[in-house]
């Protein structure tokens, strides 16, 4: 069995987001960079389905040299090996079509990866790759079991739960509760420096969309406060002054 | 060329986000000088309402009574679709963001060979080439997003057009896709959804409660206000990972982003994870004991007091209102 889990290398959830040259840049000064949060599920239950079913599991990212601390957390976190493609991650598309040509080459049983990167938040990706490679794609799944060659699985729906099962291989983009995140031990950041880590060039692919500007949300005014023992009054103002009820 | 709008169901009825999707696919039809359509799939949707879909702009319907897809099978809805632009002559693909909207448009990107735009929050600026803004940085900033190919989708945020319905009544046409045995490879084996409750990801108003609250015990006060509001329910993450309310009330950057007129926020701090959920909102009322609270920063409207005592008292007021 083989388990491929791909990661994204994004700013911290606490992180506020700047711009740079013409608002067309992300600013990178003072922020710290992770594993996705929802690749972190994906990676965490990786790691558990690797202990459960001996299976070996790849890391890949798409990114330039700078991601390789977040590769490094990755192996220290449990997986056995890992592929960085050497290319900024510039669409959901590229990225896709980078994954399906490893994929096509290693016959992976499991790719896994979060729903959405907390950059973009396109969710598009594992939708994308199981087209590419023609299997099924499911996301958000919050559960996971293997069976032999059968997946279970539970996907979050609006208002509630789907239960699903399919036969393997197939694309999960993966969010919590599907596995507890693991913080690495100092014997995985240990180990993790050892285990092999293969830079790959990108194959070429067509350039479908192009990020232009960035803009911050507009700032609030301040806020109007009203006293806890007048409460009722905020009804009256949300209803004639903010005309939202 | 024309603009194919997806349409989602739910319990027999249009969903609320859909009515945007048409509303913002008619004006992207008349923005391009082409028609739009629109498609239905499963035959759970009652004909009143597929008629009522020209209330949206949108003349003309495309049905697909499959009873195979009164369930999303992710798979079979994106043939169903691929087909139908094809038969339509689709450049432009329209949906709303939501659990199947965003799985079926990443898989439809490739089929059609499509740039795809996801959290699409404004309709498309034709000025120069084909350029859209859409969400990015989980609600912390914008992009505007340039899409090259001739094939276009677009999975919108909520609240991305405002929704004006007409009276005008739309022409239903019968639409059979080839669907394979391999289309249909994901079985769906039980569905748990929480029916004749208002959604949180595609509700107008919404009331969510933090650890401020001290218990699940404590929650009947929220219900109360919601309940009176009409509104849906939420909790701050800590809440749901106590196990104090399940894990779909989740608001924030890694749980549900919300784009409500109203989000009320009681007995949560602000942390920026929190805010990167909420930030699209209209207006935003925060109660909190502490008025160092920083979701003040972010609200139209404060309360500093205790919320057993300010809830039970709006809940009054907006009773008297109606």
Known sequence: ?245 | MSVLIFVETTDGEIRGTALEALSYGAEVARMTGTSATAIILGNSLHADNLVSIGNYGVAKVLHVQDERLNVGVIQAYTQVLAQAAEKEGATIVVLAKSSLGDAVAARLAVKMKAALASNVVDLPDLSDGFKVKRGVYTGKAFQTTRLNTENKILALKKNAIAVNPGSDLATVESFSANLSDADFGVKITKTDKITGEILLPEADLVVSGGRGLKGPENWGIIEDLAKALGAATGCSKPVSDLDWRPHHEHVGQTGVKVSPQLYIAVGISGAIQHLAGVSSSKCIVVINKDPEAPFFKAADYGIVGDAFEVLPKLTQAIKLLK
Request: charge should be negative; charged fraction near 25%; hydrophobic fraction near 40%.
């Open chain 1, 1 to 245: 069995m083989k388990i491929l889990v791909c990661i994204t290398h994004v700013p911290d959830t606490t992180s506020k987001i700047t711009f740079t040259d013409g608002e067309t840049k992300l600013n990178k000064s003072g922020l710290q960079f992770v594993i996705g949060p929802y690749d972190d599920y994906a990676l965490a239950r990786g790691v558990e389905l690797k202990e459960q079913l001996g299976a070996t599991l790849t890391a890949l990212n798409v990114g330039l040299a700078e991601t390789e601390p977040t590769i490094r957390k990755a192996l220290a976190i449990g997986a056995d090996d890992a592929i960085r493609i050497n290319a900024e991650p510039t669409d959901a598309y590229f990225v896709a079509t980078q994954i399906a040509h490893i994929a096509r080459q290693n016959n992976y049983d499991l790719i896994l990866m979060g729903r959405e990167s907390s950059d973009y938040n396109g969710g598009q990706v594992h939708g994308m790759v199981g087209e590419m490679l023609g299997i099924p794609s499911l996301s958000p799944v919050m559960k996971l079991d293997i069976e032999g060659s059968l997946a279970k699985m539970a996907r979050e729906v609006e208002g509630g739960k789907e239960y699903l099962e399919a036969s393997l291989p197939l694309v999960l983009g993966c969010q919590e509760p599907i596995a507890e995140w693991k913080i690495p031990n100092m014997r995985g950041i240990m180990s993790a420096r050892k285990k092999p880590l293969d830079v790959i060039e990108p194959v070429s692919h067509e350039v479908w969309t192009a990020g232009e500007k960035y803009e911050l949300p507009a700032s609030k005014g301040a806020c109007k406060m009203i006293d806890a023992s007048e409460a009722e009054k905020l009804i009256e103002l949300l209803k004639n002054e903010a005309k939202v009820l």
